[in-house]
């Protein structure tokens, strides 16, 4: 038995490293694209997932060619070994064409779409790819599984994975004065936000506070120098630790939207989610998402939980603006607030279990 499986940013790193290590405890061979959590966990890791990591529409064309070529090798070497299983994880604009060129050579084993694209949200036309090319959908969030199922989409769903991942801890240290700044483990995420959140960083170190900025390992080698590099001649610090525990020894986190904004409110910690992108990108995000929030936690609870800041916006300035209020009401006795809607959060995600049930679901299928 065996399962091919792809993923191409940290986020899904992670989710596929867990499952990895449950399908492999069932004796099934785990092989195909991953990053340092998949290697980790025992698959064969033929491709590094970096090879994916392009931010937004316009960086996307200009990788198009080469992404096109990886494509294609994925597909000769599924076809080659002929698994029973095709697990994608997440990275929609790489795995749809990835799904349809496996089924136009003749694929004919389980295709899954873990963390299948957000189309609740946006662009709801590729619900019909995902009904026409793949056997199973397992999704992050109850109203996601609620939308495939209205739309014909095989899903099964129990509760978010990191409510098995992520604990909350107690209530942020206000006198140690920690503060994490999470630019983005994507390096054009990194690079369009890192001066902003460092200018901010310089100001709230003047005011007393401790900034320290994260760092992952899962990014290329040659941004996370360049990160390195500014930083220290800023003498701002960094850490290469796991973002939740470098935000469980903050009181607040400065955060680039995605996955790290759920990790935050299950962890427990206020803060502020800012997002830069290509102009044409915001454009069409602004055209196409069905949502006034980026950010999954006020998706989740439909108000704003964490304050946004886009484009612009996005400033050492403009950042203090913001920042700056909340850490004084954190002080002045304002945490009940936040612990209220952390609570609530974390309710509506679901129920322990997620990486048992996809396990269980992928391992029946490579049987």
Known sequence: MSVFVSC????????????????LERGIRVFGMGGPRVLGAGAQVLWDMRELQVVGFTEALGALPRLIRLRDALVRHVMESRPRCVVLTDSPDFHLPLARKLRSVGYRGSIVSLVPPAV???????????RELFDLCLPLFPFEHRFLLENGCRSFF???????????????DLSGGVVAFMPGSRPGELRRHLM??????????EMGYRPVFSVPGSMPEADAV???????????????????????????????????????????????????????????????VR???????????????????????????????????????????????????????????GERGAFGLWADLVAERAA
């Open 226 to 288: 360049w990160a390195r590099g500014v930083l220290e001649g800023m003498s701002l610090p960094w850490s290469s630790e796991r973002g939740v525990d470098l935000m469980g020894r903050s009181c607040f986190v400065v955060m680039a939207s995605g996955t790290v904004s759920l990790e935050a409110m299950l962890v427990g910690r206020p803060g502020v989610v800012a997002y830069r992108t290509g102009f044409i990108t915001m454009l069409l995000a602004r055209l196409l």
């Open 196 to 205: 902003p959140f460092a200018e901010a960083a310089v100001g709230l170190r």
């Open 291 to 349: 949502s006034r929030w980026c950010s999954l936690p006020n998706i989740l609870l439909g108000r704003e939980v964490y304050p946004e800041l886009l484009q612009g916006d996005v400033s050492g300035e403009g950042l203090l603006r913001v920042l700056l209020p909340l850490l004084k009401g954190l002080l002045e006795g304002g945490w009940s607030r936040w612990a209220q809607a952390f609570l609530e959060g974390r309710k509506a995600l």
């Open 158 to 172: 129990v509760g978010h994975p990191l409510l098995e991942t992520v604990e909350a801890v107690d209530m942020p």
């Open 8 to 23: 191409g940013e940290a986020s899904g790193d992670m989710y596929l490293g867990e499952l990895t290590e449950r399908l």
């Open 120 to 130: 609740w949200i946006w662009r709801r036309g590729r619900v019909r790819v995902l």
